[in-house]
């Protein structure tokens, strides 16, 4: 596959607009990840969307539309608590799975009956859907498995030369995938989370949350395949077995074909025994270490900061990658999440 990929600043999303509305695939910003995007209208425009990626076409894609009104016109017999998770949380990174409106494009559903949904709040993809005056099928913009692409020079590193147009929408401010959730009997059900995480749906609402992996996340996008593994091994540990780690990982290293190739470590708050820089996202350790470390403040800063890690991590030749898990709750179980299957964790 080679296409001819128009590169489009900021200011240029009519041309993006008009691009999607005829048929075309275009990589665009959403305060989540970048996505891939095409008419989800159009049959033909979203099967080139599994082509550009390499993505299993059972996978579903993410439905995007402007705002609440579209709602009937992409989910049928939206119910009370559909409705109100959207009025809650959208603008933002929520999708809520529904019935699939028959005008939906069989392939950005995967051949399922359901559809999954959400409004973008980036101000790129907000000007694009408003322009092109059409839902817009959009996963991830990554080759398939890969992390997903939070900037510009990511996207382009992942889709130039696949898909018809790539534009510049800054830095992801959220940095992971969306939550994903669907709506049963007066229950809220999780099936990839995100940045809307249970305690607020929980708090929000005022209804019952539950987490369901497994057979019932089928129709969620981003579950039923392996999914942001970097080129380097991803090691995935607690926060009392990162020195061990690092120490294994050198061992491990040295008998590589390539020794020294490096490692990198990605850890969450001050860490001044890995990094004398404290605080800096991709300062050299000490010779010591031999490995690259990116330091996060915060478990917000870890989940917008992540895939640009692992992605810069690959670009550097680092053979690992070993990565704190943050706490297991809030936005904490999103990030363990990516990690688990970024380092094949079942």
Known sequence: MSKDTVLLSAEQHGIAARLVATGGVVVFATETVYGLGANAYDDAACRAIFAAKGRPVDNPCIVHILDETCLDEVIVGADEITRALFSVFSPGPLTVVGEKHPSIAPAATGGLGT???????????????RAAGVPIAAPSANRSGKPSPTTFRAAIEAMRGRVDA???????????????????????????????????????LGVRVEFSYGAASHVSPGTRHPHYRPDARVLAVERAEIGAT???????????????????????????????????????????????VAVFPTVEAMAAGLYESLLEFDRRGC????????????????????????????
């Open 115 to 129: 559809v999954a949904v959400r409004i973008p709040a980036h101000p790129s993809a907000r000007s694009i859907l």
């Open 166 to 204: 790539i534009i510049d929408g800054g830095a992801c401010s959220v940095g992971l995938e969306s939550t994903v959730v669907t709506t049963d009997s007066g229950c809220v059900r999780i099936l990839r989370p995100g940045a809307i995480t249970a305690e607020m749906i929980r708090d929000r």
């Open 246 to 292: 690092i120490a294994r990982a050198r061992r491990e290293a040295w008998t590589q074909p390539a020794p020294g190739a490096g490692i990198g470590v990605i850890v969450l708050g001050d860490e001044p025994s890995l990094s004398s820089s404290g605080a800096s996202l991709m300062g050299e350790a000490s010779e010591s270490l031999t490995a690259t």
């Open 319 to 346: 053979s690992v990658v070993i990565v704190e898990m943050p706490p297991p709750y809030g936005l904490g179980t999103a990030v363990r999440d990516r990690l688990s299957r970024a380092a094949g964790i079942e």
